[in-house]
């Protein structure tokens, strides 16, 4: 399986309301916190699947990574983000449980994040850039309330 959902995402999944491409450090320790606080993010790694499968074995009633913040006073603090569905773009039929499953039970999509290294925005031909392409294609394609 390349992607996982949470049971916090719906019976449908249909309450997954933002889409992160990427899976790095920025992106979970700074605009995922940042979206948890009031939507519903997916992430899905671009290549590879170490993120989403760090989360086997996981019940899916929520799926959680911990970030640990540095307080000013050098005390360390770890926070669980939850999120509510993780995935890979990285095979064929994780590209596709994104954009013919996932897309198609979601009713309305707030964000889409992009924390990719600038290699993969230099030119519209790289696979993020594609990718992207296809999701935003796909969310115009669907009606979906934005």
């Known amino acids: 399986m390349d992607i996982v959902a949470s049971k916090s995402a719906g019976s449908n999944r249909e309450d997954i309301d933002a889409i992160c491409l990427g899976s790095g450090r920025f992106l979970r320790s700074v605009l995922v916190p940042f979206l948890s606080s ?26 959680r990574y911990p970030v640990d913040t540095i307080q000013f006073n050098g005390d360390t603090t770890t926070s669980e983000i939850e999120i509510y569905a993780a995935g890979t773009l990285g095979t064929p039929d994780g590209k596709s449980q ?3 499953s996932l897309l198609s039970q979601m009713t309305s999509l707030a964000v889409i994040g992009v924390g990719v290294t600038e290699s993969g925005l230099q030119s519209a031909n790289t696979q993020c850039m594609l990718d992207l392409t296809q999701l935003i294609y796909k969310v115009f394609e669907g009606n979906m309330k934005c």
């Open 98 to 100: 994104l954009m013919d």
């Open 38 to 63: 009031s939507l519903k993010p997916a992430v899905f790694q671009t290549r590879g699947r170490t993120f989403l499968d760090s989360f086997k074995g996981d019940t899916n009633d929520a799926l």
